[in-house]
């Protein structure tokens, strides 16, 4: 029983919840042996009592006995500190100083006794008083340094974040404007000119198409750096680093080296060069291996070039990439080495990608061995810096060209909830990530089994000690890129399903973030970096997170086939302004094959079902879905002719009215998927997939070329830009 009590309260202490509501509304408490679990992952000593009991201790002790908190935030106002003193203490002066971002300080001086007291208590045989400070000074935005103690005892030190009160949003949209635009999965996306993956002169060829006809931003997956040592590690969703980029979506014609470099010239007009470029775009999935081999050729023949041609003389581009890389401090240099040894371990030891393959000496980033290395192979390291400089130059210009074309977001991009457990994020931040957990998400009606994605949590405790400068840092690096970006499973901010090693997905618990210090951080970078944020809001939401996302203007995201209300589809007028709006997701099936039931058989073909009674209500409720999308167009002046009823086949003209009706929405952005403009069947994912299904590997049927060309879809875009006002 004592054991049972101190797990308890361990658990609560490292954010570990007692239970949850689940989709269907029915209360479930997690059990004794999954908080073991994760006490476990959490690094906890959960099978020696003794130990257990000292760190309970340790942890009460730092929460009710250390002076300042690590952190404190606020959004659009004066800010209060929780300090805790002791009995002895009690009416002594506080001495404060505040540290501003810029370098000037503010000083002052307060009794105890005038701070409000919030909580008195006993821990371990002394009695504390736990009260708060309001910083009796203006604090513009920004991150300061609090330094304060007792008079005659040790100073201690708290991070202020201070933020505008919400989120960023563009004037614009301020104004009353309802903006439009495509979503695409970029790997997907087929040219005449593109290596067999789309890339970053794709998404230049797709602005210049859509922005002429007034679409205000383009969707995009997450452009996260992947493995380029193992290039079919290919999902978007599972990063090495959030940091940085995939140099896959490098389009190498566009590199300024390209044209200068003769031995690149030489090796392009190779006809069996050619050849392989063309069986590359032709292929019907996106041949990654193939594309990594041909890309990082050249490309490494066009680093040589930019050594002999720039940085040995010091050019102005040579100065440009240093620029970069003195910027991207040791986060980069540290990524870039992790790329090079990647390479040279699958190169010579032929093991798995990834630092936990690697022989043991070089798994801290930091350690002797990596610097050795980074020291024996300076060419290859840099090689990695100057891909990431590439990416970065290309997709900084497409998002220069969107703004040139008049689109007010312009480019939309996707933050992924977590990294690859082997991956160069992970490496270098051990102490935050728990590689002895994956985060995942608790049966709904999309995996009824529950869903682990292979990610490993960060642990808040760390984030918290490290002062949340890693989080600052991953928003920054990527909303430098955007004019809008999405947060893949936004309930993140608040709380993560955890699944302990061993344990199913059904038998996870919820893990609790600092949910206000996280929103104060990511309004804060939004306005610095004039971003807008969209929160992806989907599955079970708690009410702490639906009430804080209004509050801090972070976007909902709302998907039409899941917007129901009294039975049957919301309306467009019904729709909430603060949010996007799309029809489909990557997650989901397409609208054809949502309409003709393919990814129901899908699923059942991959075994994906519980039980056939579960798949028998699924098809019931596609079936009653699509009389009620039906109607819901009937209402509002757009059903088609065909099809008439819900068991007519799918046509074009269906996909067209439920497009406009999504146009219609109240909603400040909407967004349509460019495999239902084209009318695919295929999904690019299937979710709780992982071998079984070729995941981020589908290509759209149409080149970039071919869809700008074509009347009928230059016509139906205008016809959505007239919707949308």
């Given at each position: 029983?004592v054991?049972?009590?101190?797990?308890e309260?361990l658990?609560?202490l490292r954010?570990i919840?007692?239970?949850?509501h689940?989709?269907?509304?029915?209360?479930?408490?997690?059990?004794?042996e999954?908080?073991?679990?994760?006490?476990?992952?959490?690094?906890?000593?959960?099978?020696?009592?003794a130990?257990?009991?000292?760190?309970l201790s340790?942890?009460?002790?730092?929460?009710?006995?250390?002076?300042?908190?690590?952190?404190?935030?606020?959004?659009g106002g004066?800010?209060?500190?929780d300090?805790?003193v002791?009995?002895?203490?009690?009416?002594?002066?506080?001495?404060w100083?505040v540290?501003?971002?810029?370098g000037?300080?503010?000083?002052?001086?307060?009794?105890?006794?005038?701070?409000?007291e919030?909580?008195?208590?006993?821990?371990?045989?002394?009695?504390?008083?736990?009260?708060?400070?309001?910083?009796?000074?203006d604090?513009?935005?920004?991150y300061?340094?609090?330094?304060?103690?007792?008079?005659?005892?040790?100073?201690?030190?708290?991070l202020?974040i201070?933020?505008?009160?919400?989120?960023?949003?563009?004037?614009?949209?301020?104004?009353?404007?309802?903006?439009w635009?495509i979503?695409?999965?970029?790997?997907?996306l087929?040219?005449?000119?593109?290596?067999?993956?789309g890339?970053?002169?794709?998404?230049?060829?797709?602005?210049?198409w859509?922005?002429?006809?007034g679409?205000?931003?383009?969707?995009?997956?997450?452009?996260?750096?992947?493995?380029?040592?193992d290039?079919?590690?290919?999902?978007?969703?599972?990063a090495?680093?959030r940091?940085?980029?995939n140099?896959?979506?490098?389009?190498?014609?566009?590199?300024?080296?390209?044209?200068?470099?003769?031995?690149?010239r030489?090796?392009?007009?190779?006809?069996?060069?050619a050849?392989r470029?063309?069986?590359?775009r032709?292929?019907?999935?996106?041949?990654?291996?193939?594309v990594?081999?041909?890309k990082?050729?050249?490309?490494a023949?066009l680093?040589?070039d930019?050594c002999?041609?720039?940085?040995a003389l010091?050019?102005?581009?040579?100065?440009a990439?240093?620029?970069?890389?003195?910027a991207?401090?040791?986060?980069?240099?540290?990524?870039?080495?992790?790329?090079?040894?990647?390479?040279?371990?699958?190169?010579?030891?032929?093991?798995a990608?990834?630092?936990?393959?690697?022989?043991?000496?070089?798994?801290?980033?930091?350690?002797?061995?990596?610097?050795?290395?980074?020291?024996?192979?300076p060419?290859e390291?840099?090689?990695?810096?100057?891909?990431?400089?590439?990416?970065h130059?290309?997709?900084c210009?497409?998002?220069?060209?969107a703004?040139e074309?008049?689109m007010?977001?312009?480019?939309?991009?996707?933050?992924?909830?977590?990294?690859n457990?082997s991956?160069?994020?992970?490496?270098?931040?051990?102490?935050?990530?728990?590689?002895?957990?994956?985060?995942?998400?608790p049966?709904?009606?999309?995996?009824?089994?529950?869903?682990?994605?292979?990610?490993p949590?960060?642990?808040p405790?760390q984030?918290?000690a490290?002062?949340?400068?890693?989080?600052?840092?991953?928003?920054r690096?990527?909303?430098r890129?955007?004019g809008?970006?999405?947060?893949?499973?936004v309930?993140?901010?608040f709380?993560?399903w955890?699944?302990?090693?061993?344990?199913s997905?059904?038998e996870?618990?919820?893990?609790?973030?600092?949910?206000?210090q996280?929103l104060?951080?990511?309004?804060?970078e939004?306005?610095r970096?004039?971003?807008?944020?969209?929160?992806e809001?989907?599955?079970?939401?708690?009410?702490?997170?639906?009430?804080?996302?209004?509050?801090?203007?972070?976007?909902?995201?709302?998907?039409?086939?899941?917007e129901?209300v009294a039975?049957?589809?919301?309306q467009p007028?019904?729709?909430?302004?603060?949010?996007?709006?799309t029809v489909?997701?990557?997650d989901?099936?397409?609208?054809r094959?949502?309409?003709?039931?393919?990814?129901?058989?899908?699923?059942?073909?991959?075994?994906?079902?519980?039980s056939?009674?579960?798949?028998g209500?699924?098809?019931?409720?596609?079936?009653?879905?699509?009389e009620?999308?039906l109607?819901?167009?009937?209402?509002?002046?757009l059903?088609p002719?065909?099809p008439?009823?819900?068991?007519?086949?799918?046509?074009?003209?269906l996909?067209?009215?439920?497009?406009?009706?999504l146009?219609?929405?109240?909603?400040?952005?909407?967004?349509?998927?460019?495999?239902?403009l084209?009318g695919?069947?295929?999904?690019?994912?299937v979710?709780?997939?992982?071998?079984?299904?070729?995941?981020?590997?589908r290509?759209?049927?149409?080149?970039?070329?071919?869809m700008?060309?074509?009347?009928?879809?230059a016509?139906?875009?205008?016809e959505i830009?007239?919707?949308?006002?």
């Amino acid at each position: 029983m004592v054991h049972t009590t101190v797990i308890e309260r361990l658990a609560r202490l490292r954010g570990i919840g007692d239970a949850y509501h689940d989709y269907r509304g029915e209360l479930r408490h997690f059990s004794l042996e999954t908080k073991i679990g994760l006490l476990r992952a959490m690094g906890c000593k959960v099978d020696d009592p003794a130990a257990l009991a000292r760190e309970l201790s340790q942890l009460e002790v730092v929460r009710w006995r250390k002076f300042l908190p690590a952190v404190a935030a606020a959004r659009g106002g004066p800010i209060g500190i929780d300090f805790n003193v002791t009995a002895r203490e009690f009416g002594s002066t506080l001495v404060w100083s505040v540290r501003f971002e810029d370098g000037s300080r503010r000083d002052g001086a307060i009794s105890t006794a005038d701070c409000p007291e919030i909580w008195r208590g006993e821990v371990e045989g002394s009695w504390i008083t736990r009260r708060r400070f309001e910083l009796p000074i203006d604090l513009p935005s920004g991150y300061h340094e609090l330094e304060a103690k007792v008079a005659g005892g040790t100073a201690d030190r708290c991070l202020l974040i201070i933020s505008p009160p919400r989120c960023y949003e563009p004037a614009s949209i301020i104004a009353g404007r309802r903006l439009w635009g495509i979503a695409v999965q970029l790997y997907t996306l087929r040219s005449r000119e593109n290596w067999g993956i789309g890339d970053f002169n794709d998404l230049r060829a797709l602005i210049r198409w859509v922005a002429s006809h007034g679409a205000g931003f383009i969707g995009l997956n997450p452009l996260h750096a992947l493995a380029p040592a193992d290039p079919e590690r290919s999902s978007p969703y599972s990063a090495s680093s959030r940091h940085f980029l995939n140099v896959l979506y490098i389009a190498v014609p566009l590199v300024p080296e390209f044209q200068e470099c003769a031995a690149a010239r030489d090796r392009m007009a190779d006809p069996a060069v050619a050849e392989r470029l063309q069986e590359l775009r032709g292929r019907e999935l996106v041949d990654y291996g193939g594309v990594a081999d041909l890309k990082f050729e050249i490309l490494a023949l066009l680093y040589r070039d930019f050594c002999d041609r720039h940085l040995a003389l010091g050019t102005d581009r040579a100065r440009a990439f240093r620029a970069f890389t003195a910027a991207g401090g040791d986060l980069l240099q540290l990524h870039a080495r992790f790329d090079a040894l990647d390479r040279y371990f699958r190169a010579t030891l032929g093991v798995a990608s990834g630092w936990q393959s690697w022989p043991e000496e070089f798994r801290d980033a930091n350690g002797k061995a990596a610097a050795r290395f980074a020291a024996a192979h300076p060419g290859e390291v840099e090689f990695y810096a100057y891909l990431q400089w590439l990416a970065h130059e290309q997709l900084c210009g497409a998002q220069e060209l969107a703004r040139e074309l008049g689109m007010p977001v312009g480019l939309y991009g996707d933050y992924a909830v977590g990294a690859n457990p082997s991956g160069s994020e992970t490496w270098v931040d051990q102490l935050s990530y728990r590689l002895g957990a994956e985060i995942g998400a608790p049966p709904d009606p999309l995996a009824l089994k529950g869903q682990g994605w292979g990610i490993p949590p960060q642990d808040p405790h760390q984030m918290l000690a490290q002062r949340l400068q890693g989080f600052v840092a991953l928003i920054r690096n990527n909303m430098r890129y955007y004019g809008a970006m999405r947060l893949d499973h936004v309930m993140s901010l608040f709380r993560l399903w955890w699944v302990a090693a061993g344990f199913s997905p059904t038998e996870g618990a919820y893990v609790h973030y600092p949910l206000q210090q996280l929103l104060t951080v990511l309004s804060l970078e939004s306005a610095r970096a004039a971003c807008l944020v969209v929160g992806e809001d989907l599955g079970v939401v708690p009410d702490e997170m639906r009430g804080a996302m209004p509050e801090c203007g972070l976007y909902h995201y709302k998907v039409l086939l899941f917007e129901k209300v009294a039975g049957r589809f919301r309306q467009p007028d019904e729709y909430v302004r603060d949010a996007l709006a799309t029809v489909t997701t990557h997650d989901m099936p397409t609208l054809r094959s949502y309409w003709e039931g393919r990814d129901i058989e899908l699923r059942r073909r991959l075994g994906l079902y519980p039980s056939a009674d579960i798949e028998g209500d699924v098809i019931r409720e596609r079936e009653h879905d699509r009389e009620l999308l039906l109607e819901a167009l009937q209402a509002q002046g757009l059903k088609p002719a065909q099809p008439a009823t819900p068991f007519d086949a799918f046509t074009a003209e269906l996909a067209h009215a439920l497009h406009l009706y999504l146009a219609r929405s109240a909603t400040a952005l909407a967004a349509l998927q460019i495999e239902d403009l084209l009318g695919e069947t295929l999904p690019v994912n299937v979710p709780g997939t992982d071998r079984e299904y070729p995941n981020w590997q589908r290509k759209v049927s149409a080149d970039i070329e071919e869809m700008a060309a074509r009347a009928d879809l230059a016509a139906y875009l205008d016809e959505i830009r007239v919707a949308r006002g």
